[in-house]
């Protein structure tokens, strides 16, 4: 059989021979209406009958994998699809650096290969629940359309994590692969695995700002999962980094389009003032520093995603040769960080620092420096856009200790630039830092669904092109 083409002949389409493989069949067909009712009552709601101008992949051919068409969200074919196996591929670090990369689990590592699957695979259905409302308010049917198709490729991302399970952890695995059906984002008595999971996404801009910000963890994870001596779990994220790209585009043009519209309107009207927010919240778009309160309060929700700077989880990780640093496979050094040292921002004595730690128990700390790399470099381009206008206004990153629940900086106040403040004058300023409530309310209200084709909300620019080269008055969403 072609790896690079999909058998799409059974219930679940697939390009690894689930035909030939009962047992996992069995399982996941199973599996399968459970996923569906889950579908059904935590996905988009209110769009579930609608045609939905969707891609769905047909290959893993990186030239061409996706195929687009008018689907009905539950009907869409959700499969098992993992990137080519490459012959003779090796573990690349860790202790068992050279060896045969791994086809099956090996026995001592499979607690900790479970783990890192479940965690994975528990932020794929939590981010479709986090956005379950968001189509009654979309600013366009374009919008409406990337949402949902970010949202079917959060659902086949779970369906990527569960064939693991299924296929390769047996009792265990099946279970672990209903109780991902189980858990609810932002539930008191039974939450999403990670915090940023059980955030609410209550408007358009929180939505740019979480397929900016947290699904470019996602795809951070997904690079280092890539890596994975563990062959299967190595192809599976290859084939899922496809399809984040995305996720990330997604966010990316948002929040441009966003600005772009508020830097317009603020020129058409002759403000020059960014921080002459009752001005131009008036003209119906959201001004910068309001822009710029979301990202903090994204960003520093995703920082947490990466764990404690210091981890011997992840050093364990490592040293297995189960979870790789971002891009290995392109760095230049020994692969085994026996030795080596990276630094971490700690808190010292009150003051924030940077201190020399084994580059072993690092690698959260490691990870995440690469993922603020990634962000810096999105932002720049939301500030070229600012200039092009000609307003004088930069977004920025806040400082990693900003607002924080986890590691180091969990048990300090930080200002965005990083200053140390008392409790009294971070309950003073947090609104300076973050959305109010006013804020809220005023995005909110912005928040009125714009359904004609060819249209959009006021508060956000028309993209450049269309998906998949549609004109601009293409029906990518025809609602029923
Ligand atoms: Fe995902
Ligand atoms: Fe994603």
């Not at 996905?43 to 009958?49: A, D, I, L, M, N």
């Not at 966003?258 to 003032?273: L, N």
Request: aromatic letters at 10%; charged letters at 25%.
């Amino acid at each position: 059989m072609n790896i690079a083409q999909v058998d799409y002949d059974g219930l679940i389409p697939n390009n690894v021979a689930l035909g030939q493989d009962v047992r996992v069949k069995r399982a996941l067909e199973k599996w399968h209406p459970g996923y569906l009712n889950w579908w059904n009552d935590m996905g988009p709601e209110g769009f579930q009958e609608s045609l939905v101008y969707l891609r769905t992949a047909i290959s893993v051919d990186p030239k061409g994998w996706a195929k687009f068409d008018y689907v009905r969200m539950p009907e869409y074919r959700w499969g098992v699809l993992l990137a080519p196996q490459m012959e003779g591929r090796k573990v690349n670090f860790g202790m068992h650096k050279g060896e045969d990369a791994w086809q099956e689990v090996p026995g001592e590592y499979r607690a900790m290969l479970r783990r890192l699957v479940v965690i994975q695979g528990d932020t794929e259905p939590a981010s479709v629940e986090q956005q379950r409302f968001l189509g009654k308010t979309a600013p366009s049917l374009y919008d409406m359309r990337n949402l949902f198709q970010v949202n079917v490729e959060e659902g086949r991302h779970l369906w990527a994590m569960v064939y693991l399970l299924q296929k390769y952890f047996g009792t265990d695995g099946r279970e672990e692969a209903e109780a991902l059906l189980q858990r609810r984002s932002g539930d008191p008595d039974t939450p999403r695995m990670l915090g940023a999971f059980n955030e609410k996404t209550p408007d358009w801009l929180s939505f740019f700002m979480f397929t900016f910000f947290t699904d470019r963890d996602g795809k951070m994870q997904l690079e280092a999962l890539a890596q994975s001596g563990f062959d299967p779990l190595s192809r599976t994220c290859r084939f899922m980094l496809t399809e984040e790209a995305h996720h990330m585009f997604v966010g990316e043009t948002g929040v441009t389009r966003v600005i772009q519209r508020t830097c317009e309107a603020m020129k058409e009207a002759g403000i020059s003032d960014p921080y002459d927010i009752d001005k131009v919240r008036k003209l119906g778009v959201i001004d910068l520093p309001t822009i710029q309160k979301k990202a903090n309060l994204h960003f520093s929700l995703t920082l947490d995603l990466f764990g404690n700077e210091i981890s011997t989880n992840a050093a364990n990780a490592f040293h297995a040769g189960l979870k790789g640093r971002y891009r290995e496979d392109r760095l230049k050094d020994d692969h085994q960080l026996e030795s080596g040292t990276y630094p971490v921002l700690r808190l010292v004595d009150g003051k924030i620092q940077n201190e020399e730690s084994s580059a072993l128990s690092a690698l959260n700390m490691r990870l995440r420096d690469d993922y603020v790399a990634d962000c810096n470099n999105g932002v720049g381009r939301w500030n070229k856009v600012i200039e092009q206008i000609g307003i004088p206004f930069q977004m920025k990153l806040p400082h990693v200790a900003f607002h924080r629940h986890i590691g180091e900086f969990s048990r300090t106040n930080a200002d965005v630039d990083g200053n140390i403040l008392s409790p009294a004058e971070w309950t003073k300023r947090r609104t300076d830092f973050l959305p109010s409530a006013a804020d809220k309310e005023f995005i909110e209200s912005l928040m009125q669904p714009q359904f004609e084709p060819a249209k959009f909300a006021g508060w956000i620019a028309p993209p450049k092109v269309g998906i998949d080269n549609k004109p601009g008055d293409f029906e990518y969403v025809k609602i029923a």
